[in-house]
């Protein structure tokens, strides 16, 4: 995968506003984030492979596609052990009968 690849993909899907990338490393703001990194991408005169940017974004890519892979299995487990009610499953709760009262014999 390339740069320009890489650019489509956050254009169509876009990253949440947040995210927490490591324990030390928190992105306030991920379309800031990306700018930088297209920047410094276009900006670097060597190959491709030393930039630092580069793999700022690699990396940042790869984050976001395990994250949403596993946000969907999650969503899988949930639906799986959650399925959904049908009329045959609800019960109608039925009024017991009324009890004598107290004057009549019985």
């Given at each position: 995968m390339n740069y320009e690849d890489i650019k489509?993909?956050?254009e169509n899907n876009p990253p949440p506003r947040e995210v927490?990338?490591?324990e030390w490393a928190k992105i306030t703001d991920t379309q800031v984030f990306l700018k930088s990194c297209y920047i410094g991408i276009r900006n670097f005169n060597g190959p491709l492979d030393r930039c630092p940017a580069w793999w700022h974004l690699r990396d940042f890519y790869i984050l976001m596609k395990k994250t949403a892979q596993l946000q969907t299995a999650e969503?899988?487990?949930v639906?799986?052990?959650n399925p959904p009610e049908t009329a045959a499953d609800t019960q109608i709760e039925e009024t017991p009968p009324a009890a004598p009262a107290e004057d009549e014999a019985v």
């Open positions: 489509r993909h956050f927490t990338w490591t969503q899988e487990i639906a799986e052990s």
